[in-house]
């Protein structure tokens, strides 16, 4: 049995929209025990049984975070896309003149299974040591039947040993591959991949509604087809245009929608009465120079908010957690505990995954072990990760020294 002690446990058992520290459901001086990979007990450290210690001294102990919305598993540089969109150039630009998505396909569909675990592999260490214990991976970067099993299959097997729980999601239509036909590479998508990919290992299935990339009908369709097989369903919606994605993820019974900079009131009111939840991707905006969704809107509507890193080759390569905390509050409106919720039990309601994302007797044994007092000092000390001690499933799997010692 494992048990942290003398921490400041932030549970997470309060309203998300809530003031101040509300969200966090503090216990001071408390415990957690851990045990066949559950927590067995939460609540003051005088109280606690008997296992191996490890000695909090008064720092912030967390369950583990939840990153929803991730592209792992690629391959190519797009810096230069980067400089391009400095220097003026617009996303659908890039696009239109070869770069974007397609030429991560090309550098993707090249690369060997070896190169593209070895690159996944390395960013889920990243994250994992920065507190992540959870992380949606989707493929997309593949673009034909065999090319997104592969990405299926590396996501899943780059998950093995790496401290973190991968859950793979589909992105069958991300883009329109070179080769095949638009009406052509929907009805595989709906007809042969997500069957074979649900049958593979898939838990989610994700389209992108956007100009220049997939209408209201075609996601409609896709969406539909993974959840007729028993995927969760999440939708990249609103991100460029307000195209009425937020509406369909609605519609059709999403777990997510994300992205949402261009959202409407009709699509905020839509998703609320699905209980949609909000996945922001605040980084992705800032990234490429957009106005980052806002979450009051989405709070005072008695949504979810989740904050996502959408890390991927193109539009966001910042694998950073304290950056996404400080994204969230500075660009996207929360609270410092606000954000820390989003990035746990938030992460966890985009996901389906009602196991984790707060402290719980019961919950599975997912916790970090901050080097700090204060949620507020993570995103306020950003582009420094502050976790001392990950633990996934019980086991510790990160431990960034033997003391830990708030600042």
Not at 26 to 34: K, R, S
Not at 179 to 190: H, K, L, S
Not at 294 to 308: I, K, M, S, W
Request: proline share 5%; hydrophobic share 45%; glycine share 12%.
């Amino acid at each position: 049995m494992l048990v942290i002690e003398h921490a400041r446990v932030a549970t997470m058992a309060g309203p998300q929209a809530a003031a101040g520290d509300a969200p966090l459901g503090l216990i001071e001086d408390g415990a957690v025990a851990c045990d066949g990979g559950r927590i067995v007990y939460v609540g003051a450290t005088s109280g606690a049984p008997a296992g191996e210690r490890i000695d909090a001294r008064g720092a912030l102990l967390t369950p583990g975070l939840v990153d929803p919305h991730t592209h792992l598993v690629f391959a190519g540089d797009r810096a230069q896309e980067h400089a391009q969109r400095l220097a003026g150039a617009t996303y659908l630009e890039i696009a239109q003149a070869g770069g974007g998505i397609r030429s991560t396909v090309a550098a993707t569909r090249a690369a060997s299974d070896e190169a593209l675990l070895a690159g996944a592999r390395a960013r889920l260490r990243r994250l994992v040591a920065s507190g992540v214990t959870t992380v949606e991976v989707k493929t997309g970067y593949g673009l034909s039947v065999p090319d997104e099993l592969r990405l299926l299959r590396l996501a899943i097997e780059a998950g093995r040993g790496a401290g973190c729980k991968v859950v793979p999601t589909l992105l069958g239509l991300h883009a329109v591959p070179p080769e095949v036909p638009r009406d052509a590479w929907v009805r595989q998508v709906v007809e042969e991949l997500t069957p074979q990919a649900a049958r593979a290992g898939a838990r989610g299935c994700d389209a992108f509604l956007e100009q220049g990339a997939f209408d209201a009908s075609e996601c409609r369709a896709a969406l539909r087809a993974g959840i007729d097989v028993g995927l969760s369903a999440h939708l990249h919606a609103d991100q460029l245009s307000a195209g009425g994605g937020a509406q369909l993820a609605a519609e059709v019974g999403c777990a997510s929608a994300d992205h949402l900079e261009r959202t409407t009131p009709e699509g905020i009111a839509a998703m609320a009465r699905a209980s949609v939840t909000a996945v922001l991707l605040p980084l992705a905006a800032w990234f490429l120079r957009e106005k980052a969704a806002q979450a009051r809107p989405f709070l005072d509507a008695g949504l979810t908010v989740a904050l996502g890193s959408n890390i991927n080759p193109g539009s966001q390569r910042i694998e950073s957690v304290s950056m996404l905390l400080a994204a969230g509050c500075l660009l996207a409106g929360l609270s410092p505990a606000q954000a820390l919720w989003a990035c746990t039990r938030g992460g966890a309601a985009a996901l389906r995954l009602a196991d984790r994302g707060s402290i719980e007797v019961g919950r599975r044994a997912d916790l970090v072990l901050f080097s700090c007092m204060d949620a507020a000092h993570l995103p306020y000390h950003a582009g420094v990760e502050h976790a001392a001690v990950v633990v996934t499933g019980g086991l510790v799997v990160h431990r960034a020294g033997c003391d830990v010692r708030p600042p």
